[in-house]
Nanobody, 125 residues
Framework: QVQLVESGGGLVQAGDSLRLSCAAS????????MGWFRQAPGKEREFVAG????????YHRYSVEGRFTISRDNAKNTLYLQMNSLKPEDTADYYC??????????????????WGQGTQVTVSS
C-alpha cells in the first residue's frame, strides 16, 4: 500500500520560511518523479514544483521560482519543499504526489499516480 504523508505546514507571517516534508512508503521511491501541488480555498489545484528521480532535475512554477526549492532524499524516501519569503498568496493546502516517470516536468495533476492527504500552509500579512 502506497502512502505519502506530508508534514511541516502551519501558520506563519509574510516573509517567514517553512519546510514541508513528504514521507513515502510502499513504493520504490527512487523510481518515481515527485511533485508538490497546492490548492487555495475556492481555487483549482495547481502545480508548484517537480523533481526527477535523480534529484538534479527540478522545475518550479514561475511564481515561486527563487523562493521555493524542491529536493529529495532517496535514502530516506522523503521529498521536501523549502519555502522562503512566504507571501499571503502562498496560503493553500499543499500536496505531494508521485508519478512513475524519470523527469520533473509533469505539471498536470492527472499525470500523477499517488497523492498525499495534504498539509495546510497559512501565511498572514
Amino acid at each position: 500500500q502506497v502512502q505519502l504523508v506530508e508534514s511541516g505546514g502551519g501558520l506563519v507571517q509574510a516573509g517567514d520560511s517553512l519546510r514541508l516534508s513528504c514521507a513515502a512508503s510502499g513504493l520504490t521511491f527512487s523510481s518515481y518523479a515527485m511533485g508538490w501541488f497546492r490548492q487555495a480555498p475556492g481555487k483549482e489545484r495547481e502545480f508548484v514544483a517537480g523533481i526527477g528521480t535523480s534529484a538534479e532535475n527540478t522545475y518550479h512554477r514561475y511564481s515561486v521560482e527563487g523562493r521555493f526549492t524542491i529536493s529529495r532524499d532517496n535514502a530516506k524516501n522523503t521529498l521536501y519543499l523549502q519555502m522562503n519569503s512566504l507571501k499571503p498568496e502562498d496560503t493553500a493546502d499543499y500536496y505531494c504526489a508521485a508519478v512513475r516517470a524519470l523527469g520533473p516536468g509533469y505539471v498536470n495533476s492527472y499525470d500523477y499516480d499517488y497523492w498525499g492527504q495534504g498539509t495546510q500552509v497559512t501565511v498572514s500579512s
